[in-house]
């Protein structure tokens, strides 16, 4: 029997999980069961649980893909040279929210990923450590900032990477949940409240 190429392996794995992702969105994590996403899938059911024994192990793959992209982004929004000011990282974080909101976007996804990571220790383990992750970037950015002087010299790094990154999952809940605002306006108040006296 032909051996099956490394690259055929990872195309069917991604089918799954495009599948699970429009059943998760459609439906939401607890009314999706495995067999919704094999029939979605159209793949036989030991094809879909050879790669995902369960439930939960989709719902990991997709939050990992959840935050994958947003890690890479926010990583390079922090080490840009020169750097950037607080601002233009809030406002390019942003904009990838931006590219992230629509029905292909990830970030939908996210509500449910919170959600269930109150009642899954696993995954609340894997949002902590990522989310931990993501804040470090805009720490990151903040110290930067402190050493170019956009901030005062006494101005605690890991406070305000914490209160900037805060502003990038208040901007995306506001608009899953209610449809506004949109990005200048929400970037307008930010930038008040960011101004230096």
């Known amino acids: 029997m032909p051996r099956v190429s490394e690259q055929h ?3 069917r794995r991604q089918q799954i999980l495009d599948a699970a992702r429009r059943c998760f969105l459609r ?10 996403v094999i029939r979605e899938a159209g793949l036989s059911v030991g094809a879909v649980y050879r790669y995902f024994p369960s439930k939960n192990d989709l719902i990991t793959a997709i939050a990992q ?19 950037l000011p607080l601002t233009g990282v809030l406002e390019r974080a942003l904009a990838f929210v ?16 919170w959600s269930e990571a109150q009642r899954d220790p696993v995954l609340a383990e894997f ?15 903040a110290r930067r900032a402190r050493d170019a002087g956009e901030l005062p010299p006494e101005a605690d790094p890991d406070a305000v990477g914490a209160a900037l990154f805060g502003l990038v999952p208040g901007y995306f809940t506001q608009r899953i949940l209610t ?12 930038r ?6």
């Open 9 to 11: 392996l990872a195309a």
């Open 27 to 36: 439906d939401g994590f607890h009314q999706t069961s495995m067999q919704d």
């Open 65 to 83: 893909a959840v935050v994958g992209t947003a890690d890479e982004n926010f990583a390079d929004l922090s080490t840009a040279d020169p750097p």
């Open 98 to 113: 931006d590219g992230q909101l629509g029905p292909d976007g990830v970030l939908p996804l996210a509500l449910q990923v």
């Open 127 to 141: 949002v902590a450590a990522t989310y931990t992750r993501l804040r470090g970037h805009f720490v990151t950015a």
């Open 179 to 190: 449809g506004s605002p949109d990005r200048a306006t929400y970037l307008t108040g930010a």
């Open 192 to 197: 008040a409240l960011l101004s230096r006296p």
